[in-house]
């Protein structure tokens, strides 16, 4: 693993326009992107869907985004064309999303949408794009590719949905991949599987992988650094390894409301939650 | 061994499949039976129930009490209401639906000459209808509370809210009248009537099938103001669904993950939104088909267009009933009909209706 920068952010902020007033999603979040894999914790509402976003320009129509950079390689993201965000979606940066159930379209095989991804961004004729298609979902353990390329999205399983997504997105080999909770609409004991798939191939290939999750023992044994989010802020940033030692009384809080296994615990302690904190 | 088991379970597979497709054919007959039974039922009802005498409308006001009781009996009206049923379904099962009193012609003879031409009508408005309609729709709907979406929304409510008989005549002023773009009333000119020879009974096909596209060009400039018309209103009602279904298929997660890959935009909308919103699409270019299929009264009294809508409404205005209740009858056979298509349609359109 190199140190070489892939993304760099400063200062990013996201701020919707709704009747009610502009809502800042996003303040002030700064990181590095190396070869690596880097975490992104937080609750619902915090911010952490839309910084993935934001990096690959999806950000709702009445979401404003301000940066002091963004800068992908020798590219600005601030201000991309639409022509050249769609060389560097899929094809270079790319996300996972949550749930397979409503993230791969109904009405097309599944063959039909893995081999449009591949297709989109390398000249491949049709046999090629077949057999493309089908390495990658033999890659991501999947034992009958030919029954699951031919398949509609209804007829495999969450479990299997989310390799099928996997596979989809990883096809056209991007440099950078987001995985907005990947597992949090699986089961349990699917969640693993997944995630070890997902680690797998990220390692392989040499990717970047940026995993955001509410799950801290998840994104700590997947992860690389993490990045506790609050409110639209970082609050802290630490090596996963050391996440025991974390400073920040909302990480801190965070893993003491997670019950542990030789659970002395009467009570799990509640989350507590100052007003100084989204200020930071 | 292997190869055995797996061509055994095969073929069970096949025979399950086979017995599923068999189960699902006998419903689908079983249902369009019991529909149809209650279609002649209430049709059968309506008819007796009308305050309509179809003896006096036979025999006339000044026939006598003697002639006028035979004419009851011969016309069964003397029986009981449920024995009369029984007659009349078992007519209407060998395709008898009487005589009529207005054409003296059997009914079912009046109806194949009429429904073709309410067919061809109904068929060119739906295919214009959907062919303006859904990309009216979806451009509406891409640029959502911006002008284009605007624009398609005033000409779709004036499309709802302007008389057909006013359009239909205004249409004939400017355009036949005025500009002469376009025939007159008729299915062709008055010249053209006694040359063509009705194979289908449908003047566009006919004419191809005679290979004179003299014929056929005068057929098109005779059809396509009404169809035009009767197509503006179902543009209306097909570009407003459109739009309401692409809307709400465009925030589905899918969506995002298409953006995500890099498609481009067109691709999205054309593709993969469009994909999704034919789905329950079907349904409403069906039903709209339908309708326009039962025969458009006012449309076919302007154009002088000798359809199923202006047979019924002058059999009913001169009390002929076996006339009307044939009509009724088909334009319920057809109303059944078009739900089974669309149907059939939906699970084309839909994996997930196939089961």
Redesign the interface.
Known sequence: MTNETLLSVKNLAITFSTSKGPVHAVRGVSFDLGRERLGIVGESGSGKSQTGRAI?G?TAANGKITADQMQFHDLDLRNLS?RD???????RI??I???PK???????TIGDQII??YR??HKVNATEAKRGALDMLAAVKIRDPERVFNS?P??VSGGMGQRV?IA??LI?DPEILIADEPTSALDVTVQLQVMAILDDLVRERGMALVFISHDLHLVSSFCDRVLVMYQGHVVEEIRASELDQAKHPYTQGLLNCLPKMDGNHAELPVLTREASWAEA | MFAVTRKASDGRKRARLFSRTGASLVRIVFSLLITFIGLLLVTFLIGRVLPIDPVLAAVGDHASEQVYQRVKEEMGLNLPLWQQFFVYISNVVQGDFGTSVLTSNPVLEDIKRVFPATLELATLATIIGVFLGVPAGVFAAINKGKWPDHIVRIIGLAGYSMPIFWLGLMGLLVFYLKLDWVAGPGRLDAFYVDFIEPTTGLMLVDTLIEGDMDLFWNAVSHIILPASILAYFSLAYIARMTRSFMLEQLSQEYILTARVKGISETRIIWRHALGNVMVPLVTVIALSYANLLEGSVLTEIIFAWPGLGLYITNSLLNADMNAVLGGTVVVGAVFIGVNMLSDVLYRLLDPRARR
């Open positions: 690959l999806l639409k965000w769609r060389k560097v979606r899929g094809a790319s996300m999303m949550q749930d409503y993230s791969l379209n109904p009405v097309m449009e991804a989109e961004h509609y209804h007829e997504m989809m997105m056209p």
